[in-house]
């Protein structure tokens, strides 16, 4: 799987989420602009609106305008208990983390 591949996007981000939220913390805006800078914007922003319609992430809403559509941070961004859920269930997100753990055996600073 590529690092810009839709579930490994997904499963960094709400891993980031979670971590953040056992130790009583809130991504800041900054460090989501900065995570979102290496995709394509539309990209991201499709990324970001869909974890929130499947209620895997809250604080972030949909914005529809003339030429397209785009998201809004409206509050802390942080994962839910069914993004939680997803996270550790979910076999499509068991196939990136164990991807992930290979190539960091592999490639060693991965």
Same mark, same amino acid.
């Given at each position: 799987?590529?690092k810009d591949?839709y ?6 981000l709400?891993?980031?989420?979670y971590?953040l ?7 800041s805006?900054?460090?989501?602009n ?17 974890l ?6 809250t604080g972030?809403?949909?914005?529809k305008?003339?030429g397209g +559509?785009? *998201? ?7 994962i839910?208990? /069914? !993004? $939680?859920?997803?996270l550790?269930s979910n +076999?499509? *997100? ?9 190539? /960091? !055996? $592999?490639?060693p600073?991965?």
């Amino acid at each position: 799987m590529a690092k810009d591949d839709y579930f490994v996007i997904m499963y960094m981000l709400l891993k980031r989420l979670y971590s953040l939220l056992k130790n009583g913390k809130v991504i800041s805006e900054e460090e989501l602009n900065e995570l979102g800078s290496q995709y394509n914007q539309q990209y991201w922003n499709y990324i970001l609106l869909n974890l929130t319609e499947n209620e895997y992430i809250t604080g972030v809403t949909p914005i529809k305008a003339w030429g397209g +559509s785009g *998201m809004k941070i409206i509050g802390d961004v942080q994962i839910t208990p /069914k !993004g $939680i859920e997803y996270l550790f269930s979910n +076999s499509m *997100m068991e196939r990136v983390k164990n991807t992930l753990k290979d190539i /960091k !055996g $592999i490639i060693p600073g991965a």
